[in-house]
C-alpha cells in the first residue's frame, strides 16, 4: 500500500503538537499527490522520494552548500575565533567590556540555533516566521557587531604596548580585525535575503523591515545616552522627547514581534495600513523631538552651547546630549526613508495553515 503526503501533512506528521496543537497522526493520511511516499511493509515504514530533490531528505544540502550557508558557516568561524581570543589573552573588564563580549556570545549562539535548525529542517516546528526572524536577526547583528567593532577597540587598544604586554595589545588588534570582518559576513547574509523586486517575501526582508530593526538599534542606543547623566529631567519639553523616543521604540518593537511570529493575519485591522500611518506619526514626533532637543539642550538660556573643559571623559552630560541630538536626527532620517518606502510595497495577505 503507497500513501501520498503533501509536505505540510508531512510537517504535521513529524511535529503534530508544536505546530498544529492537534493529536498526533497514528498514521498518514491518504492523498494522491505530493513530495513523499510511504509504503506499509509488516512492523516496518520505508520513506522514499516520490519527486522532488528536497522529498524525504532530513539535512537540507542548501543550507551549507550556497552562499547563505557560506556566509553563516563564516560567521559561526569569525565569532568563535573572536570569543577564543579575548577569553585566552585579550581580555575585557568594566561595562563597555562585557557589552562587547555580550554582543559576541549572544550572535554565535543565535547564529549557531540558525544554522542547525535550517541543516536539520527543524525550522518548520517553530511557531515564527522563519525568513522574517532570520532576516532580522541578520539584520541586528550586523549592527551589534559593527558597535562592538567600535567600542573594544576605543576602550582596550592603544598604539603603545599595555602593562600586561605587547602580546595582549597583539590580541587585542586580532579581536578587532575578527570583529570587523564578521560585520561583512552578517552584512553579507542580509544582502542575500533582502526582497527583491518582483519577488513575495517575508515583510522584514524589505527595505521598511530592515529600516524598523536600525530604528529600533539607535533607538537603544538614545535610552543608554539618556541613562548616562543626560539631565532630560530638568525641562517638560526634553521629558517629552523621551517619550517620543520611547513610544516609538515600542511600536517599533511590536511591528518587529508581530511580524517575526507570523502573527500579522490574524490581527482584526489591516496590518499595512497600521505601519503606514504609524510611520508617518512617526515622523512627525522624531521631527518635534529633533527640534526641541538641541534647543532645551545646547542653546544659552537652557543649557551650555559648548562642551565644559572640566567635564569629565564617559561621564559628561554634555557628551550624552549631543549623542542624543545626532541619533534623533538620524532616526527622523531611516523614519523618513521608511514612510517612502513603504509606500513602494504591495502586502500579500495569506491564511496560514
Known amino acids: ?199 513575495v517575501v517575508g515583510y522584514m526582508a524589505t527595505v521598511s523591515g530592515l529600516l524598523k530593526v536600525v530604528q529600533a538599534f539607535i533607538a537603544c542606543i538614545i535610552f543608554g545616552a539618556l541613562a548616562n547623566d543626560s539631565e532630560y529631567n530638568r525641562h517638560i519639553p526634553t521629558q517629552y522627547c523621551v517619550v517620543v523616543y520611547s513610544l516609538c521604540f515600542a511600536v517599533t518593537v511590536v511591528v518587529v514581534a508581530l511580524t517575526v511570529s507570523g502573527r500579522t493575519s490574524s490581527l482584526r485591522f489591516p496590518f499595512d495600513r497600521f505601519v503606514v500611518v504609524y510611520t508617518f506619526l512617526a515622523v512627525l514626533l522624531y521631527l518635534s523631538a529633533a527640534v526641541i532637543w538641541p534647543v532645551f539642550s545646547f542653546d544659552k538660556k537652557y543649557g551650555t552651547p559648548g562642551r565644559p573643559g572640566d567635564c569629565p571623559r564617559g561621564k559628561c552630560p554634555w557628551d550624552s546630549k549631543l549623542v542624543i541630538a545626532v541619533f534623533t536626527s538620524a532616526n527622523l532620517v531611516l523614519y523618513v526613508t521608511d514612510l517612502v518606502y513603504s509606500q513602494r510595497i504591495r502586502f500579500v495577505s495569506h491564511s496560514s495553515a
Open 1 to 199: 500500500m503507497q500513501i501520498f503526503l503533501t509536505e505540510q501533512l508531512w510537517r504535521r506528521w513529524r511535529c503534530p503538537k508544536q505546530r498544529f496543537g492537534t493529536e498526533p497522526l497514528s498514521d498518514p493520511p491518504q492523498l494522491n499527490h505530493g513530495l513523499l511516499t510511504v509504503q506499509n511493509l509488516p512492523n516496518t515504514i520505508h520513506l522514499k522520494t516520490a519527486h522532488g530533490p528536497q522529498g524525504g531528505h532530513y539535512l537540507n544540502k542548501a543550507a551549507v552548500l550556497s552562499g547563505l550557508g557560506a556566509a553563516r558557516m563564516i560567521q559561526l568561524l569569525l565569532g568563535c575565533t573572536t570569543m577564543a581570543l579575548v577569553a585566552h589573552s585579550a581580555g575585557f573588564s568594566a561595562t563597555y567590556g562585557t557589552f562587547c563580549m555580550f554582543v559576541w556570545c549572544f550572535c554565535f549562539a543565535v547564529t549557531l540555533l540558525v544554522f542547525t535548525l535550517d541543516v536539520t529542517r527543524l525550522h518548520g516546528c517553530m511557531l515564527i516566521s522563519w525568513d522574517n526572524f532570520t532576516v532580522a536577526f541578520a539584520m541586528l547583528a550586523t549592527l551589534m557587531y559593527i558597535t562592538a567593532s567600535i567600542v573594544y577597540p576605543v576602550y582596550f587598544l592603544r598604539s603603545e604596548c599595555p602593562s600586561e604586554g605587547c602580546e595582549v595589545r597583539n590580541y587585542r588588534i586580532a579581536v578587532t580585525v575578527c570583529s570587523s570582518v564578521c560585520c561583512f559576513a552578517y552584512g553579507a547574509e542580509v544582502f542575500i535575503t533582502r526582497a527583491k523586486p518582483g519577488h
